[in-house]
């Protein structure tokens, strides 16, 4: 069974038909919205401050989601917030930025507190987005730190609702297999 553990009285939040692999990690102040999937060795902690996930969003094997909590030097805090439909890759690092709807984060991406990306972005493999910075809807961005190469095209864009869609039907066959005691 997987870890979904409560901290401090919060406990996590699973929408309708969520898929938690056994060997991820939930704990705290969480929700995680309807068809979600979080996959191996997955670690999301919202334990000083909160994370919503959107409906249809895939956490890939090995990421980490984690918050930014408040303090003297950051008053307030940063929650982490993703929206729906967002792809998130192996091993990607998400850490209190907010993330819009039809969003890939590609496999060992870092994404630091504060940053913003907006609505259907493209972020690539092992790119880093810094502390407070703003991705702009609409485009590509690679490199540490991560830049702008160039606009999606209309095939890219039709690819948020394809790959959110495919993890759905993955997630609904590994709920369907029997568990094996």
């Not at 939040?13 to 938690?20: D, H, P």
């Amino acid at each position: 069974m997987s870890a979904i553990r409560s901290f401090k009285g919060m406990q996590p939040k699973l929408g309708q038909k969520v898929f938690i692999d056994n060997s991820a990690v939930v704990i705290g102040d969480v929700v995680l919205g309807d068809d979600a999937s979080v996959w191996p060795n997955t670690v999301i902690r919202g334990d000083m401050h909160s994370i919503k996930i959107g409906a249809r969003c895939s956490i890939q094997d090995g990421s980490i989601l984690h918050i930014t909590h408040a303090s003297d030097y950051n008053p307030g805090g940063y929650p982490l917030i993703l929206g729906d439909d967002v792809t998130v890759g192996h091993m990607a690092m998400l850490h209190g930025c907010t993330i819009g709807n039809q969003v890939l984060i590609g496999m060992q991406a870092m994404v630091m507190d504060g940053a913003i990306i907006e609505d259907q972005v493209v972020l690539g493999a092992g790119s880093l987005v810094p502390p407070g910075k703003t991705l702009k809807s609409g485009h590509l961005y690679v490199g540490r730190p991560a830049k702008a190469i160039r606009e999606l095209n209309d095939k890219e864009l039709s690819y948020f609702k394809y790959t959110a869609a495919n993890y759905v039907k993955l997630k609904d066959e590994y709920l369907a297999e029997p568990q094996i005691s």
